[in-house]
């Protein structure tokens, strides 16, 4: 096959020109977020394959597609060395950014940073003799 027009061409999260074959996935998800916007119980999904086979281009477009119904979203990756609350701790504070426009959700998103804080200031990383504790100062509000 001629590289020049062959349309794959593999890279992290490289979009394709054309999602082919994921037209259940994506409507899945869609079912998902009306369900959720209507305070219903849906199905998780899960997204399993090998690598290269298109899984975060995937969730990028459920990403997408979860902001067009007016959700906030935000892609975590989570490697085996890394603790919970140093993955959620940068997430959550940019979707909380993301949610403090005006002044009606300034006051939750305030709360929202006190809390955040609280939980920030749990982490503690610890390798061999030496130990790390990440206090609140490192968000701010």
């Known amino acids: 096959m001629d590289v020049l027009t062959n349309p794959f061409a593999p890279g992290a999260g490289s979009p394709p020109p054309e999602l082919a074959g994921r037209a259940d ?25 090998l690598r290269g086979v298109g899984k975060t281009v995937l ?9 067009e119904h007016d959700y906030v979203a935000e892609i975590i990756e989570a490697p085996e060395n890394k603790s919970l609350a140093g993955l959620l701790t940068p997430a959550l504070r940019s979707l909380i950014l993301k ?37 609140s100062g490192l968000i701010a509000s």
Do not use: H, W
């Open 99 to 135: 949610l403090d426009r005006g002044e009606a959700l300034n006051a939750s998103a305030k709360r929202a940073f006190r809390a955040l804080r609280g939980f920030a200031s749990a982490i503690r990383l610890k390798y061999d003799d030496i130990e790390i504790s990440l206090g």
């Open 59 to 67: 969730l990028n477009r459920i990403r997408e597609i979860a902001e």
């Open 25 to 49: 996935i994506l409507n899945q998800a869609e079912v998902t977020l009306g369900r959720m916007q209507r305070g219903r119980a849906s199905k998780s999904i899960m997204i399993v394959g």
